[in-house]
């Protein structure tokens, strides 16, 4: 009888939705573009059961707020649903001192997915994400051992596909020595841009630099100052 029991037990756990691998965490970003710092944005994840709130306060700071203050609030909505995690919300909304700029994304009553600003409604496919909870999407998938993944990015005009590769295994200059970290990247073949990520282990596959190359040349990064309030300093090439 006991081992019928215990039969019964393993047949039932592949049914049972397991609870996301990505663990709350806070983490704030310095931002620069072309080298010059713009300001910062804090990044904060929010867990409970298979509901994951991801939000992101970014702000002009510095110089850069001389000349233009800007304050973007983005919010997604994560569902865990078969071991992995899908899109439900987005919200991003802009102020600055001239214009203040909503827009959303969610899922309608017919199962699909509502963009605000296009007024479109796009069927829900796999790996369908916003351009910010895709970020966990990606530790989520990372920490499952995936090395190169399919994403459809809903971005501000369109839908946008993302094939993000393993590059190498790389360790960026830190204070403590240097940060482990995998590359991995996504290269548009037509327009050359670029988006690439330097994920570590042992913080969840986090993102702690993120850099994105237009085909024009202009870059935009994200370099990691506090993990869970703690301060680090990951110094940049020119350091």
Same mark, same amino acid.
């Given at each position: 009888?006991r081992n019928?029991f215990?039969?019964?037990i393993?047949?039932?756990?592949?049914?049972?939705?397991?609870a996301?691998?990505?663990?709350?965490?806070? $983490?704030s970003?310095a931002v620069?573009k072309n080298?010059f710092?713009?300001?910062?944005?804090?990044?904060t @994840?929010?867990?409970k059961n298979?509901?994951?709130?991801y939000? $992101?306060?970014t702000e +002009?700071?510095?110089? $850069? $707020?001389w000349f233009?203050?800007?304050?973007?609030?983005e919010?997604?909505?994560?569902?865990l649903k078969?071991?992995? @995690?899908n899109?439900?919300s987005?919200?991003y909304?802009e102020? !600055?001192k001239?214009?203040?700029?909503?827009?959303e994304?969610h899922?309608d009553?017919?199962?699909?997915?509502? &963009?605000s600003? +296009?007024?479109q409604?796009?069927?829900?496919t796999? !790996?369908?994400?916003?351009?910010?909870g895709? #970020?966990i999407?990606?530790?989520?998938?990372?920490?499952?051992?995936?090395?190169?993944?399919k994403?459809?990015?809903?971005e501000? /005009?369109?839908?946008?596909?993302? &094939?993000?590769?393993f590059?190498? %295994?790389e +360790?960026?200059?830190?204070?403590?020595?240097?940060? *482990?970290?995998?590359k991995? /990247? &996504?290269?548009?073949?037509?327009?050359?841009?670029?988006?690439?990520?330097?994920?570590? %282990?042992?913080?969840g596959?986090?993102?702690v630099?993120?850099?994105n190359? *237009?085909?024009n040349?202009d /870059?935009?990064? @994200?370099?990691?100052t &506090?993990? #869970?309030?703690? %301060?680090?300093?990951?110094?940049?090439?020119d350091d």
């Open positions: 009888m019928i215990i039969a019964t393993f047949l039932l756990l592949p049914s049972i939705t397991s996301s691998s990505v663990k709350d965490f806070s $983490a970003y620069y080298g710092f713009l300001g910062n944005t804090k990044r @994840l929010t867990t298979n509901i994951l709130n939000t $992101a306060v +002009t700071a510095g110089i $850069a $707020a233009f203050d800007v304050t973007i609030f919010k997604s909505k994560l569902i078969n071991d992995s @995690l899109i439900y987005y919200k909304d102020k !600055n001239d214009k203040h700029t909503i827009h994304l899922i009553d017919n199962k699909q997915l509502y &963009h600003y +296009t007024k409604h796009y069927p829900i796999k !790996n369908l994400h916003d351009g910010l895709f #970020n999407a990606m530790m989520h998938d990372l920490k499952k051992g995936l090395r190169d993944i994403y459809t990015i809903a501000k /005009e369109k839908l946008k596909d993302y &094939h993000i590769k590059v190498k %295994e +360790t960026l200059p830190a204070d403590n020595g240097g940060l *482990k970290t995998i991995i /990247e &996504h290269t548009n073949p037509k327009t050359k841009d670029r988006f690439t990520f330097w994920c570590v %282990e042992s913080m596959f986090l993102p630099r993120i850099q190359v *237009k085909d040349g /870059e935009v990064l @994200l370099n990691l &506090h993990y #869970n309030n703690k %301060e680090v300093y990951l110094y940049l090439d």
